[in-house]
């Protein structure tokens, strides 16, 4: 009795391989073997990836199937403002001449995006092209920068030993956007109008010089016209400025963004003559969340364009390795392959980021993984794009250890200079009259960039 049970066994056993074997034989792969995610830096099975026609990096994607007939395809943060984004019931077309499957189709995802895809899978490979065109909405246009004007505004000033409001000559609108609200009638609260005042006076100089347009395309990437011409603080450029030589120019400036005298001359000046180019896609994108503006940065990609046409050229092993620390939410792993980056180009803005101190570090990291959102608001023909003070704060706190940091990089005679010293402490120091001491004088401080519509 037991062996004839012993062989019923065997015989359901038997069948059900056979049946297994009788089900897959007939099948190019089974669905174990493309059923896998796929990315550049999970080895061997790699991504080729392209989004509006660009290669794109620094992405997965999984697959999905019970029966290598059809299955589900799941975009990770591909689509803009997506972190996951399933495509149910994609359908396999046996490609026997080129040992894949292949497949195409149109789904409209859980955020109103459209997406149009086309590919083909095997067990190491995955090819994949991708076309999005995000929900309409008001935004989806060109920008140019504001022009520079100045104007009557109320700021606080004193009058009879007193802080009061008064009207003077401020800046009404230019290319970086300033808001306060709410703030004290005390000295701490004057000294702040004048700390911002300094900020505004130089980025509305120096950012015109950087940027020319900023367009959000239907596709969600962000392109802009940026500068290939050097930056200049009048006649010199930034680039070969001498630290003895052309100390008391830059003086100059210095003092026209502290005081408030900067004019549009002054800007247009630095205009002159520039060359502008296009931005590639696919390294910055943008998405609407609860009517805010959440811009997102492709940090892979982004390091990729920077050393495309570097002298020294970065190991393809340093990328994979920083689309791994992403995925895996590993800011410290992340943090030191930066620095291994920044060997290689020494770029002083990364220089600043890889020398910060583990919990600073979080939060740019927090960035890096989660997207900056941004406040939008439409105001007299002007469109306002603006972080909130709640989510500058964090950053201004950072600034005071941020100090040492920058005065490393300057050049020796620059940030032994008084006025460089005076300007940093005014910007980063902890001094009663510095920035991140003064912040909370007021409850409202609105930082951004002035855009204008284009028609």
Known sequence: MRNLEKLFWVACAVFFFTSCEETYNDKLFWPGEISREYGSYIKPYTLDLTYSG?????????????????????????????????????????????????????????????????????????????????????????????????????????????????????????????????VELTQAGSQLFLRMKLIQNALCYFIPQLLQTITLQPDGNIIANYTTSPVYIGKVPINEIDPDKDVATIAMFVMKFMIGTMSATDINSALANRTWATSPINLL?????????????????????????????????????????????????????????????????????????????Q??????????????????????????????????????????VIENLLPENMANNTTFKNLLGYLMGTNEDSLPILWNAANTIDLGLDLLPQE
């Open 363 to 404: 939060q740019i990291f927090y960035l890096l993984t989660e997207g900056i959102t941004f406040n939008v608001e439409e105001e007299e023909g002007h469109t306002h794009l603006y972080l909130t003070k709640e989510s500058t704060t964090a950053f201004i706190q950072l600034l005071p250890q941020l100090q040492p």
């Open 285 to 361: 994108t943008w998405s609407v969340n609860n009517g805010k503006l959440k811009i997102n940065l492709n940090l892979p990609a982004i390091i990729s364009q920077v050393t495309k046409d570097s002298e020294t050229p970065i190991d393809p092993g340093l990328i994979s390795g920083i689309v791994e620390a992403l995925s895996k939410s590993d800011a410290i792993q992340l943090q030191k392959l930066l620095g291994t980056v920044n060997a290689v180009l020494g770029n002083q803005y990364l220089g600043i980021i890889t020398n910060m101190n583990e919990s600073n570090f």
């Open 54 to 182: 660009e290669k794109l990096i620094g992405k997965t994607i999984s697959f999905k199937t019970e029966d290598s007939e059809t299955g589900t395809l799941t975009l990770n943060d591909v689509i803009p403002g997506e972190a996951s984004t399933p495509i149910n019931g994609i359908k396999l077309y046996e490609n026997e001449e080129k040992g894949n499957y292949t497949f195409n189709g149109t789904n409209i995802t859980m955020g109103g995006a459209t997406v149009k895809y086309s590919g083909s899978i095997t067990p190491k490979a995955m090819k994949l092209d991708v076309n999005v065109t995000m929900p309409q909405n008001r935004w989806n246009k060109s920008y140019d920068l504001s022009n520079f004007t100045k104007g009557k505004k109320m700021t606080i000033g004193t009058s009879g030993g007193e802080y009061v409001w008064k009207e003077t000559n401020e800046i009404l609108t230019g290319a970086f956007y300033v808001h306060m609200d709410d």
